[in-house]
């Protein structure tokens, strides 16, 4: 089966870029009520956040994809330069900044925790959107008449893993199994033509239903629905709840996606476009600038709403800053940021 669509079967769809800026600003404004407030899980403007905002790039990645158009020798060499290549080079910088923090850990145990959970070590996501390429590459090259069927058999193995070893995430195999149907379905989306296929009706439709589930998804505890799912043995109560919360993310990414179609061409979304091309760039920046805003404004008897807000800025503003300094040398760009020159920069956001 082939991965993508037909060159001539969809125009160039100008909003992502804009659905990409949106994601990444609400990344960092996640990230900002995550080390902010107190009970972040208690506000509902991060519950909403985390209900989606990785599923959806993972499904914008996916919905980009075009990987089957190249060979699998360039296909690897493509996502180890530019998405494992920065990985790496960004794993010093994390180790020197939690050294420099509270709690410092030598160089084998940081390697030890990276190993053990990739999301301890910075930027997981770009490890993770690697292994499922991976997976996509594995699938097209050993069946290529049925690469899709054969990544969700792949899926289903990596799910019955994680229902056995739920604590388990070792090379971040938990993160993998997690994000990868958004990927693919993305992937599903882009070659049935179905962004042509919305229409602002959807959005108002999938955005009242996940306004309608949201209340009942939990990032960490209990769900709201266990008590419902107590007759159940333990192995379908997870998949119930793993269910549902594929259900809840995937409401929000079609509002989110439908409405950014319908709707982009028609508003001048410049700034979010612009943000949208250095996603990956302000990703791998802003964090810490993060963290030095929250120790700075630790102190002042300031409320929750302008310390967040102050965080956000300053997260941002330094993420730009900061990309804009790498950027000055092409070597440090292309390790930081995998890519030589801001022309193949973009044009492997646009990949994937």
């Not at 600003?25 to 900002?32: F, N, Q, R, T």
Request: glycine share 6%; proline share 6%.
């Amino acid at each position: 089966m082939n991965l993508l669509p037909h060159p001539s079967a969809a125009p160039r769809l100008d909003f992502i870029d804009a659905l990409r800026g949106f994601a990444i600003a609400i990344v960092v404004l996640g990230h900002a009520l995550q080390y902010t407030l107190a009970a972040p899980d208690d506000a509902p403007l991060y519950r909403l956040i985390y209900s989606f905002h990785m599923p959806l790039f993972m499904f914008i990645s996916g919905f980009v994809y075009s990987g089957a158009k190249r060979s699998a020798y360039e296909e690897l060499r493509l996502k180890s330069r530019s998405l494992l290549l920065p990985f790496i080079c960004w794993l010093p910088v994390t180790f020197v900044w939690v050294s420099l923090g509270p709690m410092p850990v030598t160089a084998q145990a940081f390697v030890v925790r990276v190993l053990s959970a990739p999301d301890a070590g910075g930027l997981w996501f770009l490890w993770v959107l690697y292994l499922i390429n991976l997976v996509v590459l594995i699938s097209r090259s050993f069946a290529p008449k049925s690469a899709m069927a054969t990544a969700w058999g792949l899926w289903l193995i990596l799910s019955a893993l994680a229902i056995v070893r739920p604590d388990w995430n070792l090379l971040g195999l938990k993160l993998l199994c997690w994000h990868l149907p958004f990927f693919l379905v993305g992937i599903a989306f882009r070659k049935a033509n179905g962004a042509e296929r919305l229409r602002p009706t959807f959005a108002l439709a999938c955005g009242l239903l996940f306004l309608t589930a949201l209340p009942l998804w939990v990032r960490t505890g209990s769900s709201p629905l266990s008590p419902y799912l107590a007759s159940l043995p333990s192995v379908g109560a997870m998949i119930a709840l793993r269910a549902f919360s594929y259900l809840t993310a995937f409401l929000a990414i079609l509002a989110t996606f439908s409405l950014f179609n319908s709707f982009a061409h028609r508003i001048r979304l410049q700034t979010l476009s612009r943000l949208g091309r250095i996603s990956l760039e302000i990703y791998a920046t802003h964090i810490y600038f993060l963290a030095a805003a929250v120790a700075i404004l630790a102190s002042p008897p300031l409320p929750d709403q302008a310390r967040v807000a102050l965080v956000f800025i300053t997260s941002l503003a330094g993420a730009l800053c900061c990309t804009w300094a790498i950027k000055l040398n092409s070597t440090l760009a292309s390790l930081m940021f995998g890519s030589r020159h801001a022309a193949s920069r973009r044009l492997a956001q646009r990949e994937g």
